[in-house]
Every structure is written in C-alpha cells, then in structure tokens.
C-alpha cells in the first residue's frame, strides 16, 4: 500500500453477502493462479554521492509534513485490528517510513531493518519500489527513496538514509494491475546509503529483525505500518492513522482465498486489519517477543481482503521468491 487511501477499488460479490477486495494501495490488482519465480531485478536508485546528496536535499522537511493526513478531533480506540504501537523498543527503531517519488508524485510505505551482511538493508513491498500507473501501463522504478527508521511526528531519532539500490523480482516488472499472479511477488528490498555520520542502519538503529523462509501462515501474528488513512471511521485522524506514528494489527492470520471470479495465488496471509494507504511494505511477524520486539519477518503488507471483516494480506515469504532477493540485496 503506498500512501494513498483505499477508495474506488474495484470489487466483485461472490454470493450474496462476501465482497473479494484486492488492491495494492497504488492500484487495483487481481489475478490468475500459478507462475515460475522470475529471476532478480536490481535497479540503482542513487548511487552516486551527487545523487545521495540529492535525494537527501529533495525531502526538505515541508515535502515531508506534506504526506501528513490532517489529524481529526476524534476519540482514541486501541483495538487488535489497528492500534498504536506502545511495546518494546526494539520495534520501533527497526520500522520505519520509507518515503518516495512513484510516478511524478510523492508517497510513502514502510519498511523493516533486517539482520543482513552489509547491514544496510531493508524490506518492503514491491509496489513501494516498482509500479505502473494506476491504469497497469508505464512500468517506472520508484525515484527519491528514502528511509527514517523509528519515524515519528517528523523526527528522525537515527538519521535518514537514502537508497542505493532498489531489489525486486522481474517477475514484478510484468505487473499489468490486473492479474492476480503478480500478488505473490509483490515484496521488496532496499539497499541503504550510510547515515550523515557514516553508520549502517543495522548500526544507527542497534538492532536488527530476523527473516524467515516458508513458514506456515496460520499462526498469531503482528503487522505494522505507517498508515495514512484507516478503513474505521473511528480511527480515521488519530496520529498513528496520519501517516506519523507506528500502528499495528495482531491476531491469527488467515489466508485469502480465491474464487472462479476473483482468482488469487495461494500464499497470501494477514489478520483483522483497518490500516490503510502507507502501511503497504510493512512488516508481518509470525513470531514476534513482545517483551524485546525482536521478532521473524514472514512477509509483508500488500492489500487489502474483505471476506465480511477488512484483513490486511501479503505474500508470504518463501525459498524460491524470497530467499534470492534478500541474497541478492544483503551481499551489495
């Protein structure tokens, strides 16, 4: 989900009261069944120190208060499917806003610090750094990709950091906005720059969260994210629906199941969840400590999936899409 708010999706009904929503905050996908994992996209961003340097002078701080949603006089509600974020630490540092220019337009997503060998990479969704436009045409690689790890209400307590190269599968590339099969590639990673003073971000933020290959996705999980909008009218304005503090989603996942009308590839996983636009890229914990906020990664946030109930789903992350990514980005 980029930064804009789930609206004008497209929708099918499949009996008379079950809704099949799929959409990456950036647009409408749906999909047909299997595909062969494609081989590994790599696009330098910024590599440069010039092109460092600009990517840095372009999110000024008014460019970014700019992808604030207005915040609304509205009553606190915490509940499992979208809450502020208010445990450990550990959490905090390693998730953060990952901000970026998609099509001419500014936007953001989030995403997670991983234990890596460089120490400088991240994960997140593939729409946040590859897309189309909103019609499936004009492939373009997402430009000005920044990224503040423990984001909050502007501040970036570790630095900010730019990123050197963007890591996605080519099967992604391929990506029409209308078939469902490109779901299961929608994820990502990022290949940071140092901070200003030179430090990793695995070093800047102190800790590091583990990945995790073919893990099974009915389980208790947690998801977080940066959203800028929220599907509860509730929640709609509260500061962690804005788009500047941590929110996150827990319960036990369940899979999105595909219909003769809305096909979907197997392996997309979330729990109850109202986070919208900005919560794309996000992590999905199937085992996170709550008592240190270290935790494995089992994949990301995509779109959205409303059976009855809005859930947040995403692929789930596998040996033979994921695990040549991430080798890919932690050995750049």
Not at 11 to 40: C, E, H, K, N
Not at 69 to 87: H, I, L, M, N, Y
Request: hydrophobic fraction near 35%; aromatic fraction near 8%.
């Amino acid at each position: 989900m980029t930064s804009k708010p789930i609206s004008g999706r497209r929708s099918r009904v499949a009996g008379a009261v079950t809704v099949l929503v799929t959409a990456t905050l950036a647009g409408i996908v749906q999909l047909p069944a299997t595909a062969d994992p494609g081989p590994v996209a790599i696009h330098g961003v910024a590599v440069t120190a010039a092109e460092r340097q600009a990517v840095l002078a372009y999110w000024t701080p008014q460019r970014i208060a700019d992808l604030k949603t207005p915040s609304a006089q509205v009553r606190p509600v915490a509940k499992p499917d979208g809450a502020p974020w208010t445990g450990a630490e550990a959490v905090s540092r390693t998730v953060g806003r990952l901000f970026f220019t998609d099509h001419g337009e500014d936007a953001s997503c989030t995403a997670t610090v991983l234990d890596s060998a460089n120490r400088s990479t991240v994960v997140t969704a593939a729409h946040c750094v590859n897309n189309t436009d909103l019609i499936g045409e004009d492939n373009q690689w997402s430009r000005n990709v920044l990224f503040i790890p423990g984001y909050r209400d502007g501040r970036a307590p570790y630095g900010r950091f730019v990123g050197r190269l963007s890591v996605a599968p080519s099967t992604w590339l391929l990506n029409d906005q209308i078939e469902s099969l490109y779901d299961s590639y929608d994820q990502a990673f990022v290949v940071l720059h140092p901070n200003s003073d030179g430090r990793p971000v695995q070093d800047a933020v102190g800790a590091a969260q583990r990945i995790g290959y073919d893990v099974p996705g009915a389980r208790v999980v947690h998801q977080f994210g940066y959203p800028r909008a929220s599907s509860d009218e509730a929640r709609e304005g509260l500061p962690e629906y804005t788009g500047e503090r941590l929110a996150y989603c827990a319960g036990r996942a369940v899979e999105q199941q595909a219909t003769e009308e809305w096909p979907e590839p197997p392996g997309q996983w979330g729990t109850e969840c109202v986070m919208g636009g900005g919560a794309s890229g996000g992590p999905r914990f199937g085992a996170l400590d709550r008592r240190t906020g270290l935790g494995t990664v089992v994949g990301d946030n995509s779109h959205g999936y409303l059976p009855e109930k809005r859930y947040l789903v995403g692929p789930q992350f596998s040996t033979a899409i994921t695990r040549p990514l991430f080798e890919r980005a932690q050995h750049s």
